[in-house]
T-cell receptor
């Protein structure tokens, strides 16, 4: 069975700081990888996804993630966070159409 | 992308009762999914609902507790039966995007059981 591990449960940063959220997955086959974001009071939104090709993927709002197959990792990065990035971030793996396995989530708090 | 709405957005229910959650999609989709997000935890898939067939439940979830209907390609309901405080969660409907590996999520239904 596939599983997803997010290393940080709660991250607190000041504005303009750089962000990296760790995500590791366990699954032996081909997977599709996602990062979702849930802003306070809003529903889950897709931030970025990796299916194949260039392992460095760019998403919305300046976020990017790098797929490192040898490390089973898909870490999320942003060079300079803003207060509006305060949200919960979920890494997800999908090896069966539509059936994603989610990590426990990381709460990001950005201080103005 | 798909636009998904859920009703109700939140509810408070008494122990032993049931709650039915509705999910409406603005386009026809083959597969619809129901997830649960317990407080402080991640999303867990409850079941997959295909139109015209029985829902497929994940390990740990059973039809008697979570009956699902899928009468057409744009609508589904999830009932949480015989409620207990442990059922207090956010329940989310999700659909597959045009690309089979993409999912869209509804706004969720926040259920509190007293």
């Amino acid at each position: 069975a596939q599983s997803v591990s997010q290393h940080n449960h709660h991250v607190i940063l000041s504005e303009a700081a750089s962000l990296e959220l760790g995500c590791n997955y366990s699954y032996g086959g081909t997977v599709n990888l996602f990062w979702y974001v849930q802003y306070p009071g809003q529903h889950l939104q897709l931030l970025l996804k990796y299916f194949s090709g260039d392992p460095l993927v760019k998403g919305i709002k300046g976020f990017e993630a790098e797929f490192i197959k040898s490390k089973f990792s898909f870490n999320l990065r942003k060079p300079s966070v803003q207060w509006s990035d305060t949200a919960e971030y979920f890494c997800a793996v999908n090896a069966r159409a539509g059936k994603s396995t989610f990590g426990d989530g990381t709460t990001l708090t950005v201080k103005p | 992308s798909a636009v998904i709405s859920q009703k109700p957005s939140r509810d408070i229910c008494q122990r032993g009762t049931s709650l039915t959650i509705q999910c409406q999609v603005d386009s026809q989709v083959t597969m619809m999914f129901w997830y649960r997000q317990q407080p402080g935890q991640s999303l867990t898939l409850i079941a997959t609902a295909n139109q015209g067939s029985e829902a497929t439940y994940e390990s740990g979830f059973v039809i008697d507790k979570f009956p699902i209907s899928r009468p057409n390609l744009t609508f589904s309901t999830l009932t949480v039966s015989n409620l207990s405080p442990e059922d207090s969660s956010i329940y989310l409907c999700s659909v597959e995007g045009t690309r089979a590996d993409t999912q869209y999520f509804g706004p969720g239904t926040r259920l509190t059981v007293l």
